[in-house]
């Protein structure tokens, strides 16, 4: 099983970023798939996720910002980041769930200049 993140990079406050995540080597198709990020000197947080029923959850720092999205027919998540804020600074995971089990991506930095 591989998840590949790619799109992180440097940008001004107020600028968008999308973030892609690409799957492969699942047997069954993720229940969950999302972004998780860890700011400097914190714990890692949910971003967004998107459930296969179509549910989607933003963390309240980021609802009317971020979007998250599915493409099933390139297992890919994506997550568009506009209006970005210093805050917004972290480390970005993808993060897929199947079958009670976890699968984490290698991290793509995310740095908003002020």
């Known amino acids: 099983v591989q998840l590949q993140a790619s799109g992180g990079g440097l940008v001004q406050a107020g600028g968008s970023l999308r973030l892609s995540c690409a799957t492969s080597?699942?047997?069954?198709?993720?229940?969950?798939m999302g972004w998780y990020r860890q700011p400097p000197g914190k714990q890692r947080e949910l971003v967004a996720e998107?459930?296969?029923?179509?549910?989607?959850n933003y963390a309240d720092s980021v609802k009317g910002r971020f979007t998250i999205s599915r493409d099933n027919a390139k297992n890919t998540v994506y997550l568009q980041m506009n209006n970005l804020k210093p805050e917004d600074t972290a480390v970005y995971y993808c993060?897929?769930?199947?079958?009670?089990?976890?699968?984490w991506g290698e991290g793509t930095l995310v740095t908003v200049s002020s």
């Open positions: 993060h897929a769930a199947v079958l009670r089990e976890n699968y």
């Open positions: 080597g699942f047997i069954f198709r993720p229940t969950v």
């Open positions: 998107i459930i296969s029923g179509g549910s989607i």
